[in-house]
């Protein structure tokens, strides 16, 4: 039951350069999460978006959440060769079902 | 330091031979959960735990088993691995079910031949 969708699949880009990641999914939800993925370990949370906000800010993070076109951004500023990993949506439709996870934007931030 | 624990970390078998994936978390979290990670097809969940002795499926429980006997454990049972369960997979848990971040445990890499 895939839900969210990154887009695009893959990005490579200068250090310093900004990253824009977008994900848009089908149906209504609660709330949306972003994670990051370093080569084969596991997911780390990085920022939760309800469905009543529609931006919010975590270091060079910026995610954005447009409930009308059911589709959110993740914006990462002046990015860092650190940054390269794969980044993966995530949405939350209710309590009792499942976080269901995009297949993830492979992120390559050249030094 | 909180955290996640799977065991093993790698883990190569023959078909037929029942496994244990190992897991356990250190934070008194309430939700528990397994995926796995294939290429092209993303992160499913096989099963999911909301508390103690109670589990429910996910996308793909097909060949798998779990149990939650306590609340820090969860581990994944392959009773009979077939080749096709050769994946990438991960544990993971949260404090409730809702507006809670997911904490992920470092991967199991298992190879059924």
């Known amino acids: 039951s895939q839900q969210g969708e990154e887009d695009p699949q893959a990005l490579s880009i200068q250090e310093g350069e900004n990253a824009t990641m977008n994900c848009s999914y089908k149906t209504s939800i609660n709330n949306l999460q972003w994670y990051r993925q370093n080569s084969g370990r596991g997911l780390v949370h990085l920022i939760l978006i309800r469905s009543n906000e529609r931006e919010k800010h975590s270091g060079r993070l910026r995610v954005t959440l447009d409930t009308s076109k059911k589709s959110s951004s993740l914006l990462i500023t002046a990015s860092r060769a650190a940054d390269t990993a794969s980044y993966f949506c995530a949405t939350d439709t209710s309590g009792n079902t499942p976080l269901v996870f995009g297949k993830g934007t492979r992120l390559s931030v050249i030094a | ?113």
């Open chain 2, 1 to 113: 330091e909180a955290q996640v624990t799977q065991n093993p970390r790698y883990l190569i078998t023959v078909t037929g031979k029942k496994l244990t994936v190992t897991c356990s978390q250190n934070m008194n979290h309430e939700y528990m959960s397994w995926y796995r990670q294939d290429p092209g097809l993303g992160l499913r969940q096989i099963y999911y735990s909301m508390n103690v002795e109670v589990t429910d499926k996910g996308d793909v429980p097909e060949g798998y088993k779990v149990s939650r006997k306590e609340k820090r454990n969860f581990p994944l049972i392959l009773e009979s691995p077939s080749p096709n369960q050769t994946s990438l997979y991960f544990c993971a848990s949260s404090q409730g079910r809702v507006l809670s971040p997911l904490h992920f445990g470092n991967g199991t890499r298992l190879t059924v031949t």
